[in-house]
């Protein structure tokens, strides 16, 4: 089997680049499809997870980085700027690197995930925390990239869509077909957008023979667009996802009403229980914002917004080990024990 060589490569004739377009890449997509039987058989559908946490940066971002930066680079900039709740930045930060351009970062203060702040940092990025929430960074960031020669690489960016669209391309190859559903988390809402075009583009292409409905899960805290209104104080322990006026909301709205879908808010005590039961039942470590997609999965399932028998497809958006805190915390703490095999076979339950 030939070697992965990122999406750029493996989607060209699919993507908006040219023979002269600098390709950027890290190798980034061609990620799992994995199968979940504890959960199909809790749904009673056939699930499976699309691992983004599989990507080089450890989140689904590499797809629109790649792009993003390649026609950055193209374009001449020798600077980049994102506003992120933590992902964007570790991603936009390792594509400069690798560019050797300059990355700018504005995040909220205190509210992103450890892993994430050290991925930003290794990488070289210029990093302000900023005392506000990531709309007041992405608001920021959209001014200075106006105002100053860089180029905002948020998916508000075309560019970044176009990259994270190929997800959809590889489930369609992995799938012979689309899914029947597709559930993924909702934040600033480029990722639904994104999928929703690669599913459009290859039922167009005679390459499926069906869309899938999208269901967009929102945090409880955090849902705009379910309740209808910018949430001015976004709060959830999910903070990838921590948005209170997503940017391409009317985009999100589109994929909905569209496919037939639907967007839904799981609780914070949900996207827990759904980490948990991935990391436990599945193999799958996944961050919490990435775990809202299970959440919503079995809450869909549960009140019957998705019925039994189908085939879904839940894309889980970021690595675990992005933000260990939470793992550690949600777990009883490791005693410690002498050099002594009687005893760890006792409190191993060996024994
Ligand atoms: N899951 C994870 C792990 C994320 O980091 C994000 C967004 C989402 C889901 C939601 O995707 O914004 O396209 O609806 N993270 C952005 C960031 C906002 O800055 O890293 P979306």
Excluded at 23 to 35: C, D, K, R, S
Excluded at 63 to 92: L, P, Y
Excluded at 327 to 342: E, M
């Amino acid at each position: 089997m030939a070697a992965w060589r990122g999406l750029i490569e493996e989607f060209r004739d699919r993507l908006p680049v040219t023979a002269t377009t600098p390709v950027i890449t890290l190798h980034e997509g061609g990620t799992p499809l994995v199968a979940a039987p504890g959960l199909s058989e809790r749904t009673g559908c056939e699930v499976f997870l699309k691992v983004e946490g599989a990507n080089p940066t450890g989140s689904f971002k590499d797809r629109g980085m790649t792009m993003a930066v390649s026609k950055a680079v193209e374009s001449g900039a020798k600077a980049i700027i994102c506003a992120s709740t933590g992902n964007t930045s570790a991603s936009a930060a390792a594509y400069a690197a690798r560019a050797g351009i300059t990355c700018a970062v504005l995040v909220p203060q205190g509210k992103i995930a450890l892993g994430k702040l050290a991925q930003a940092l290794v990488h070289g990025a210029r990093l302000l925390q900023v005392d506000g929430n990531f709309d007041d960074c992405l608001a920021l960031a959209s001014k200075l990239s106006q105002d100053y020669p860089v180029a905002l690489v948020n998916s508000v960016n075309p560019d970044r869509l176009q990259g994270q669209k190929t997800a959809a391309f590889e489930i369609v190859d992995a799938l012979g077909d689309a899914p029947d559903y597709h559930c993924l988390p909702v934040g600033n809402a480029g990722n639904i957008s994104a999928y929703w075009m690669g599913y459009c583009e290859d039922f167009e292409a005679g390459n499926s023979t069906r869309k899938p409905k999208m269901i967009g899960i929102q945090a409880a805290g955090a849902d705009p667009i379910v309740r209808g209104e910018v949430v001015q104080h976004p709060s959830t322990i999910a903070t990838a996802i921590r948005i209170g006026n997503p940017a391409s909301w009317t985009k999100a709205l589109d994929a909905r009403d569209a496919s037939g879908g639907a967007i839904r808010s799981v609780t914070d005590r949900d996207i827990l229980a759904a980490y948990k039961l991935l990391a436990r039942t599945e193999g799958v470590f996944v961050e919490l914002g990435s775990a809202a997609s299970v959440a919503g999965l079995l809450a869909s399932s549960a009140d019957g917004l998705i019925p039994r028998g189908v085939r879904i497809v839940c894309t889980v958006t970021g690595h675990g080990l992005k933000d260990p805190d939470w793992a550690v915390a949600s777990a009883p703490a490791p005693i410690t024990i002498p050099v002594d095999a009687h005893r760890a076979a006792h409190e191993l339950g060996l024994a």
